[in-house]
């Protein structure tokens, strides 16, 4: 599992490839959401199956226990990208507006920044 730093580094890096990315797109492209995804979340499942006398073959609960996660995995992985393409688009947007009314404030230098106080902290 990822520590918290790990995390909000990621993000950074995302939200700054998000700004970097082409301002009249209307959709973030695909690999910057897929590598949020993959660089945000990150899943250690660790099941411990207890079988009573008489149930199902091990190899059998264990089939369906991976059957069930892929199931949740897949249905996850498309709520996930929409999440993080619309995030990511709103973060896109308010910053280009805010360069517009507001000149003086560098949302790219603010997350460079943070990004300095992160490394400082490890």
């Known amino acids: 599992m990822r520590s918290e730093t790990e995390i909000q ?54 089939a369906l226990v991976n059957q069930a996660v892929q199931q949740m995995v897949e249905q996850l992985q498309p709520q996930l990208s929409t999440l993080v393409s619309f995030m990511g688009n709103l973060l896109r947007d308010l910053a280009w507006k805010a360069k517009v009314t507001c000149p003086d404030l560098d949302v790219a230098d603010f997350l460079r920044n943070r990004a300095v106080e992160l490394a400082a902290e490890d």
Request: net charge negative.
């Open 9 to 62: 580094r990621q993000l950074i890096a995302i939200l700054t490839a998000v700004l970097n990315a082409d301002p009249d797109a209307e959709e973030l492209p695909e690999e910057v959401a897929a590598a949020a995804i993959e660089g945000i979340f990150d899943f250690d499942i660790d099941l411990s199956i207890a079988v009573r006398r008489g149930g199902p073959p091990d190899a059998e609960v264990e």
